[in-house]
């Protein structure tokens, strides 16, 4: 008994993007704020700060007025 494995039962068809959906991206990527956008999320990660290490002692610059 032979047992074969028919790829197109199991892997969905690839279709090409719809005209609607090019109208969508185009829509998303071509917008006149996009630099505020750019510059906004820039400046919102610029104020975040990287946790500290677990090895580091996050209050090390203290120890000096202790």
């Known amino acids: ?3 074969s494995i028919n790829l197109q039962m199991y892997a969905p ?3 090409s ?5 090019w109208k969508a991206l185009i829509e998303l990527f071509d917008r ?3 630099d ?3 510059a906004d999320i ?3 990660l610029h104020l975040m700060t ?3 290490c677990w090895e580091d002692d996050p209050f090390e610059f ?3 007025y202790l």
């Open 1 to 3: 008994m032979k047992s």
């Open 13 to 15: 068809s690839l279709n």
């Open 17 to 21: 993007l719809r005209q609607r959906d």
């Open 32 to 34: 006149e704020d996009g």
């Open 36 to 38: 505020e956008i750019e």
């Open 42 to 44: 820039n400046s919102s």
């Open 50 to 52: 990287p946790e500290p």
């Open 62 to 64: 203290l120890r000096e």
